[in-house]
Nanobody, 120 residues
Framework: QVQLVESGGGLVQAGGSLRLSCAAS????????MGWYRQAPGKQRELVVY???????NYADSVKGRFTISRDNAKNTVYLQMNSLKPEDTGVYYCNANIWTDYSRVVDAWGQGTLVTVSS
């Protein structure tokens, strides 16, 4: 089994910054990709950014230039630095990971979500 634990959400004024963390634990052979999704009230969950094992990243257009994903491979942890936050960034942020648990099995894991609220 694989567990993802997120932290770092909260309330911030527009223009402010927050940093989210997501730590993976459990039966981890290697990590294929990790990333962040978000879900605003009344909307579908959408991709924010992900990073693959080789280091390539893919950002949603709405966060390019403001959000930065980074990782600590030794800790199986990814971080999301969010700057210049806007009210439309408000939502529950979910960590997602595709993890090899052995040579042949990939697990798609989700965190419990952390709420980010940006006030205008």
């Amino acid at each position: 089994q694989v567990q993802l634990v997120e932290s770092g959400g909260g309330l911030v004024q527009a223009g402010g910054s927050l940093r989210l963390s997501c730590a993976a634990s459990g039966s981890i052979f290697s990590i294929k990709a990790m990333g962040w999704y978000r879900q605003a009230p009344g909307k579908q969950r959408e991709l924010v950014v992900y990073i693959i094992s080789g280091g390539s990243t893919n950002y949603a257009d709405s966060v390019k230039g403001r959000f930065t994903i980074s990782r600590d491979n030794a800790k199986n942890t990814v971080y999301l630095q969010m700057n210049s936050l806007k009210p439309e960034d408000t939502g529950v942020y979910y960590c997602n990971a595709n993890i090899w648990t052995d040579y042949s099995r990939v697990v798609d894991a989700w965190g419990q979500g952390t709420l980010v609220t940006v006030s205008s």
